[in-house]
Each structure stands twice: as C-alpha cells, then as structure tokens.
C-alpha cells in the first residue's frame, strides 16, 4: 500500500523509505503481528464509529472525540475532544496529522491534531452545514451547504485562516453524499428532493465540475488509484465499483444485507454489514465469491486495513478490534 495513504472511509497508512514515520513517532513501530482469531484492542468505549490506521495507532472517533490505542493494545489515549454541543463525525489520518469534523448546535469545524496529542488547530469552521472531509498534502475539502444560499466546496490550508470556496454551485441540495478525494479531483453526490443525484468531479486545481453519472447517494465509498468502491443500503443493498475516469457504475455485489462501511487494497474489496446478523467480507478483486472474514458482530461502524489486518469498530459493544488479513489464494 502506499505510504501515508488518507484514510477517510477506512484505509491504511505508513512509514518512509528510511523507516520512520513522516507524521513525527521515529524508530520502528511496534512488532505485534495480528492473530487469525479477532482481538479486541480497546473496549468499554461510547459508540465507536469511524476508523483509521497508520503504522502505530489506531485512531477512532467516538460520539464528540478521537481517540487512539497502540496496534498492539494497552492503554487508550484521548487525543481531542469536539467543542461543548457538537459530535465528531468524519476522520481523516495524513502524514500531516489526524483530522476531523466536529458539528452540532448551528456550525461546523474541521479540526487538526498531531498523531500523538497536543494542540488543537481549527483549519476551517463556519455556521454552515459542512459535509464530508478529504485531506491531502495541502488542503483540507469538505462541502457547505447553506440554509439559503448555494453551497459549494470549501478548502483550508492544514494550519487554517484561509478558506475559500472554490467550486460553488447554483442550488444548495436537500443531501449530500459521501465527499472522497484522489490525487486530482474531489468527488461527492448531491440529491435536490431525494438521496439519488449526480455523482460530481472538481478538478482540484481549477474547481472545475462535472457529473461523472446518476444514481442513489451511497452509504460509504473508499477509493483507490482507478476505482471508487461505494455500498447502498436499504432498498438497494449493493456494492459497486466506478470508473473515476470514464463515470461508468458496475455492480460488483447484489442482495447484500444493508452493506455499510468499506474499504479496499490491492487484492479485495471488503465492507461490514448489519441486518440480521452483523459481520465483515470480502471480494477478491476479478472474482464473484464473497468471503466471510468475521462474523457475530452487533453493529459494526468503520473498517480499516493495513498490509497485516483489518481492524473495526462495534458501536453496540463498544470496542475496537482486529485480525489478520487471510492470504488470497
């Protein structure tokens, strides 16, 4: 995988070719291989939901905070918390940092804080409705929607005091989609009376839109250097794929039991699911079969991966958990 890859719908992240982290830990990380049983690396937690990896830590947002545990277990660390009337929503872990969403009580925030605690720094906020977040080497994105006037994608620079709306558009939609990025464009759906719209594409440096297709706004999406890999729940229950470049939808997965969080390597795509039962699978990437990796879950919330395991969040039992990653035959 690639090194210090974002992690925004579960993903994973690394070291530099010297060996020590470009997000500021130094020496070697822990040496504490995954087991083929699941392991619970934090519990007693309040609702777990979004989760992100590096080459140490484990990072995950509860109800109002981010926290973060050693991939080898131990002690739970308290990172940030959101402001007094506001939840933590949506994270992103880059070299720069980890980053987050904090709303509630009539404004938004992007937050910033380093890997291992200190200060925190607002990079954006504002009293409008901010939706989504995708961090790259330079620039924090989300997307605003105002109560009465167009929204648009905002930007921030990492250490905050200048965002800009720099792609806007000429109507402010009902909802809004899960918003991913890549090296050059940002993506997100939009929906007017419904949760079914355009999928649009902004060129990064002109803010140049355009719709990519149509189609329900999907539960999660985590992408890759081609392919976006989104879920639908409810009525449609499906896994897709999609040509970032050529905006052609392919179903990869049908009647799937409420898909939700997802996230993709090299060699699979897996997402969690709950319906009447809850668990984690996979799909290996040019195959149709789908792959039970971990089963008799409660409320499984966000998955992450890295080269060694994946790891997950259950709301309903309050803990954050991993196994090794079985090899693809």
Avoid at 81 to 107: H, M, T, Y
Avoid at 159 to 185: C, I, K, M, R
Avoid at 287 to 300: C, F, Q, R
């Amino acid at each position: 995988m690639p090194d210090w890859e974002s992690v925004e719908a579960g993903g994973a992240g690394g070291a530099g070719g010297d060996g020590t982290l470009v997000g500021g830990f130094g020496g070697q990380p822990p040496l504490c291989p995954p087991t083929p049983e699941p392991e619970i690396l934090a519990a007693g937690l309040s609702a777990p939901g979004a989760v992100a990896v590096d080459s140490w830590r484990v990072y995950w947002l509860t109800s109002t905070s981010v926290m973060s545990v050693s991939k080898c277990g131990g002690s739970t660390e308290l990172l940030a918390e959101s402001p007094a009337g506001q939840g933590a929503i949506d994270l992103v872990v880059v070299a720069e940092g980890v980053f987050w969403k904090s709303a509630g009580g009539g404004s938004s925030s992007i937050r910033r804080i380093a890997h291992t605690g200190g200060d925190v720094t607002v990079v954006a906020s504002g009293s409008e409705e901010y939706w989504g977040l995708h961090v790259d080497s330079q620039w924090a994105y989300t997307f605003v929607r105002p109560t009465i006037q167009p929204g648009g994608l905002l930007r921030a620079p990492h250490n905050g005091g200048g965002s800009q709306l720099f792609s806007s558009l000429t109507e402010s939609p009902a909802y809004v989609g899960p918003l991913f990025g890549d090296v050059t464009h940002i993506y997100y759906w939009t929906g007017m009376t419904s949760p079914f719209g355009p999928l649009r594409k902004v060129d990064k440096q002109s803010g140049n839109p355009s719709e990519l297709l149509s189609s329900a706004l999907p539960s999660a999406v985590a992408v890759n250097d081609t392919y976006a890999y989104a879920t639908f729940m409810h009525s449609v229950n499906e896994v897709r794929r999609i040509d970032l470049a050529m905006g052609i939808s392919e179903v990869i997965a049908t009647q799937q039991p409420s898909p939700r969080a997802v996230a993709v390597d090299n060699s699979a795509t897996y997402w969690a699911y709950k319906k009447d039962t809850a668990g984690i699978v996979r799909q290996v990437k040019g195959g149709d079969s789908i792959e039970d990796l971990v089963d008799e879950l409660a409320d499984p919330r966000g998955i992450a991966l890295d080269d060694e395991a994946i790891y997950w969040t259950d709301r309903e039992n309050g803990s954050v958990s991993r196994v090794a990653l079985p090899a693809v035959d």
